[in-house]
């Protein structure tokens, strides 16, 4: 049975399926997981929430599927301005497609290349794919 948190606001992580993340890091050859655990990271370079992406430098293409809770606009913001830092890089998103907030408005439209994806996504948990998301996900990348 599914854990019911899992598709509330009670949790903010949602982990990326394998496959997407796979044929993702095929195209933009990601050197860091900016938003990671132990568990869950997709690259060798990552930072956990003990490690605090916010305050880190960010090296190389950067794949980055944020907490989605109240704080995902820090995330977003942390994102965009480490493309202004460099702009010859893949910062790449995949985040609630969210178009009515204020973050999409100041970080993202118009700054970034935007995918809609098709669909509910299926996260994992664990490494197993989960129900549908109960929300619509878009890809965000700077440096397109």
Known sequence: MVDKALFSSKS?????????FDKLNMKFKFDLDACASESN???????????????????????????????ISEFIKKAYEEHLRDPDRFIVMLIPSR???????????????VKFLKGRLRFEVAGKSMDAAPFPSALVVYGL
């Open 41 to 71: 990271h997709k690259v060798n370079s990552y930072f956990t929430e003990d490690d605090n992406a916010l305050i880190q430098k960010w090296g190389g293409n950067v794949f980055m599927n944020p907490p989605y809770g109240r704080h």
């Open 12 to 20: 903010m992580i949602w982990e990326t399926p394998k496959d997407y």
């Open 99 to 113: 178009t009515d907030t204020k973050y999409w408005h100041e970080y993202i439209q118009d700054k970034a290349t």
